[in-house]
């Protein structure tokens, strides 16, 4: 399938094109997220939970693993990076297949327990205050909706 690149140059407007992701989501949509520390994973979130509509700041949830917020829809957000056994299952399932949104940070760590399909979120630093987000939609569903995202 195809990937789309999308550029920022601050925080702020990763936030606002992850915001209007978020306005697009429906139940069950699965969210991955990949890039070195500092890429942008986390504020790619907290816009993605404004535009769901979560009212709560929304912070990383590296000691906690998941962490979940109220919206428009459930969003759990998840933070893979201290799960040690990549084969280790924490019942990711429950959440992925559930009623709500799943947000990945680390992905990658858990590749084999990911869901098929899905919208896989690439950050890459492209210097200073500047990222290239690529964007690769895995099924039909997530196709369409990068369409809509990007037209
Ligand atoms: P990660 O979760 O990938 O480790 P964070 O979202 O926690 O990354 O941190 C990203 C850092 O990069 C923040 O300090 C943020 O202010 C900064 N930043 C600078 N430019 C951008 C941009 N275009 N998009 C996202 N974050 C940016
Ligand atoms: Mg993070």
Wanted: proline share 3%.
């Amino acid at each position: 399938m195809e990937k789309y690149k999308v550029h920022t140059s601050s925080p702020e407007e990763t936030m606002k094109f992850a915001n209007r992701l978020g306005e697009l989501l429906i139940a069950g949509s699965v969210i991955t997220l990949e890039g070195d520390l500092g890429a942008g994973k986390t504020h790619f979130t907290k816009g993605l939970a404004k535009g769901l509509g979560v009212k709560r700041t929304v912070n990383s949830p590296t000691f906690t693993i998941i962490k979940e917020y109220q919206g428009r829809l459930p969003l759990y957000h998840m933070d893979v990076y201290r799960v040690c056994e990549a084969d280790e299952d924490l019942g990711f399932d429950e959440y992925f297949y559930g009623d709500g949104i799943t947000v990945v940070e680390w992905a990658s760590l858990i590749n084999e327990q990911l869901p098929r399909e899905r919208l896989s979120v690439e950050i890459y630093h492209a210097g200073e205050d500047k990222r290239e987000i690529v964007l690769h939609p895995i099924g039909e569903w997530y196709n369409k909706l990068c369409k809509e995202l990007l037209n």
